[in-house]
Structures are given as C-alpha cells and as structure tokens.
C-alpha cells in the first residue's frame, strides 16, 4: 500500500511539473530513472506507468527518446519497459568498455530483471566499427550483462493503449 501511495504522489506531481525530470525508483535495490515528457499517467490496476510525447527516460547505463514509453511494475519492481517512436533511440553505456552502443528503431522491449533489451522491426545498432541492421519484422537482442547481440525471432506485439 505505501508503493501505491509513493506512486500516487509521484503521478500527482508529474501532472503539475510536465517537462520537468522525475525519478522513478524500480525497486530498493536499483537504480533510479529518470524521465521527462510531455504527459504521464498511471494506470494503478495494471501497475504501469505511460509516458507519452518527447519522452526521455535515463539512468547511469542508458537513455532512450522515444515518442511513447510504458514502465511496467510487478510487485513493487519495474518489470519491463516498452518504447515506440519515430524516431526512436537509445544509447547504452557499456560497462566493461566504457564506450557507447547506439541504437535506432521502431520498438523495444526491455525486460528489466534479465538485462536484455529486444529490438523489434527495422534497427540499426552501431558500437565502434560494428553495425548490426534488421528488417521490418525482424528482432535483435542486446544483453546488458555480456554485451552480445544477437538476432531472435519477435514473439509479442505490443501496443500503447489510449488511457
């Protein structure tokens, strides 16, 4: 119940603050986002929060602009995160290397407590030298832990519902 309360406060002052940084915090153990846009809201039945227009949303290991992006919470941690745009990116910093991936794209999902982020449809992934392009209906996986991509076959489809 006091999640909810925080999360309750937290929607409350993102509607008087529009495009101001808000922090999200996944769960006692993570890190902090933090996300700006040009309108949130906060579902409390499905635990999910939607960002919608201009959204930027970052932490110490990556920053995604998109034009939509819903952060799903399961008991009282964030789940997953769903991003669509045109255009959509990220960009992660590597922690073994310290050097950047850059990524574009129609949608992603990014299952939090795995540390793997699945591009899906047409994507260019750029780091150093390397360059990793799909197709419309294709998917490419990046795993946070290892940095390895690696191609996979699209198994959801995803949409942002009108709240």
Known sequence: MIWLLKYLILVSFFIVSVF????????ETSEK?????????FS???????FEGNVKLTNSN????????????N??????????????TIDITSA???????????????KVN?????????SKLEKDDDSYSTSPGSCIAYDLKTEKVTSCEPRWHYYFPNH
């Open 20 to 27: 101001i940084s808000q922090t999200i915090v996944a769960s």
């Open 33 to 41: 986002i933090s996300v700006k846009s040009d309108l949130v809201r």
């Open 44 to 50: 409390k039945d499905e635990g999910v929060f939607s």
């Open 62 to 73: 990556y920053s995604i602009n998109a034009n939509n992006i819903l952060v799903f919470f």
């Open 75 to 88: 008991n009282e941690k964030m789940d997953k995160i769903l991003a669509t745009g045109n255009p959509l």
């Open 96 to 110: 073994k290397k310290n050097d950047i991936l850059h990524c574009e794209g129609e949608s992603i999902h990014f």
């Open 114 to 122: 795995e540390n793997v982020i699945y591009f899906i449809g047409a």
